[in-house]
């Protein structure tokens, strides 16, 4: 039977794949829900640094003189500016600690009582930040925003003592007390964005789930409801049922990663750097990747029940293990190992590489070799047991 | 040689040590419509599935249109039609684009695949629901577009497995009559699967009773009902107006009777052999007090033949608990794990 005949029988099954799809209008919400939802948990459940807002601290002024005072009013001005932190007062530490107990506040910030004469005097005046232990990611990042705005102020203070008192020209002063200077440059435009980070690992992921959920649901829901049967009689190709069902879940998984891409730049304001047939061309890859398994899972899974199972197991460790939602880097050296091991993994990274940072082919190369081998082991494997399992 | 359709020997498939069809060997020739007779689980749908290749047979072999059902599993393919128990069609599908899918699949070229959508929807007067989805059809509208799936390729071998299950009345004679129909006018040779002895004895030429796996007789329905005559058995219904639990079990007890079945809280069928069995059975029941509203005696049916030559062992069957019930092979138990 010529590969003529085997890729027209096999649209007609792609065809009516996607013809049963679009008529369930439940189905096609989903569509658009399901990524949408994805970004939107992922994209706000993670905290970032400059993220916060409003947050309750409290503020406890012990100074007897007149330089707290001015430090709470600058404090107070630049707040004013970037709404990071709703302010209170309280008396003392004992103070702060009941109401972080009491869950209403989440730091404080206690400038002590010898404060003014420390200064006066030519000592350091000391402030002391308070902070809620049970709330480890939100105490880092009050730690470290009030920390730089607290020494930012004082760099200030600095300078102008330095030009007042000892005369010198106040474009040397901010040398003399910060000779170094550190800035922060990506390799393109634009800041780090938590969307920009996990768009790619979901678009990956999704033609992931759509090729391993999607083709053994595909196929066992037909093997249970009897309808395979009509296809086994006639007299085609087996191998036209398996890519006619490729087909209809690939154009699925698509269509589902370019609505993300779109959901990602329209609302989520990601940028894509690199080019995006480059981008499409991995989608395309991360199918071919995933088919073999696919296929593999069908074969030898009897039913939908069974199928549902075996790919939930071998899916969320996938999921989580391929830096799709947290940097790979963050995690322990043998899950590291792991995670090596996943084809999402390289999926994950040549998506993000040519996404957020403009990478070429040459530079994901690595990557684009071993889905490309990853993807061939596994049909090799999975074609001839599938045919087997079809002739039981 | 020439005109044989199907030639099965040895036939079997074991399913781990049982053996759901075991060592059949039948011939059916062209044109005629040839019946397997059995209960639930008997073999009937695994026999079906060996010949139409959707099974490998464990053991045996046979030829389909004059093709080896395992090496040219493909060649014979291209002569079978199957209409299945469960029903080859997508609900979401409307009935004509169910129709195309395999018209496509069967390399049927637009303009005569067109021309034979129309012509076996006209068949079964369901042309005006053409362009309908197959979810809002009823069974036995359903049934109908399912039954004619299977002739748009014109099968040389038309498989019905069980065609009238779970139809009302009226669906199953006016299926009935099409299988009829389809075999005079297209000359299909249709081979039929049924648990139901009226349809087989309606329909076909000859029929095969398969219970656990074998071929228990095989003949034309006629023959077969001569079976039962030849020696000397009598069926009778009995009304009786006060019949009781004893009085069934002393008359089953008696020598000469093979059967009882209850037809309903006063009538029994009964099976019996010998010249005095008649007076035994009434005696039995006048000895009780059993008040005789009318006997009725009876034109052996193929299920007084099915019940004559299985009717032991189904009771074997469900005091050993071993053999399954149902199609195929006993489903496993299912757990539901999220």
Redesign the interface.
Known sequence: MGAKKILHHSLWIGWKDLLEFSRSRLRLIMLVLMPLFMMLMVGFIFPSGSSISNTPIALANMDEGTFGDMLVTQLEAINSKTGMMDLSTATDFDDIKTKIQDGKISGGIIISQDFSSSLMSGKQGAITLVTDQSNPQISMIIEGVLTKTIGEMGTQMAVHKLSTTYNIPSDHTLAVIKPYNVQVKGIVPGKPNYFQFVAPGIMAMVVMMSLMTGLPHAISYEKDMGTLDGMLVAPINRFSIILGKVIAQTTRGLVQGLIILALAILIFGVVIYGNILLVIFLLLLCVFSFVGLGILITSFTENEETATMVMMTLMFPMMFLSGVFFPMQEMPWYMQDIAHCLPLTYATTALRGVMVLGAGVSAISTEIMVLIGFGTVMLLIAIPMFKKAMSK | MNNIAIKAANLTKKFGDLAAVDHISFDVKKGEIFGFLGPNGAGKTTAIRML?????PTEGSATVAGHDIVKE??KV??H???V???????N??TAK?NLK??G????IPNDLLDKRIHEVLSLVEMEKWANH?IGTFSTGMKQRINVV?GLLNRPDILFLDEPTLGLDPQSTSEIREIIHRINIENKTTIILTTHVMVEADMLCNRVGIIDHGKIAALDIPINLKRMISKIGTTVVELDISNLTNNMVSLIQSLKCVSSVVMKDNTRIKVQAKGDDAFNDIIDTVRQNNGKIRSIINLEPTLEDVFLHITGHEVREQISNNVKMVGHGPQPRV?T??R
Do not use: A, P, V
């Open positions: 139409c290749t959707l099974s490998r599993d493909s393919r291209e079978i039609g199957l299945s128990e469960k029903m080859i069609m997508y979401l599908l684009e899918l395999f496509k699949l069967y390399n989805q799936r299912k539901r794990i």
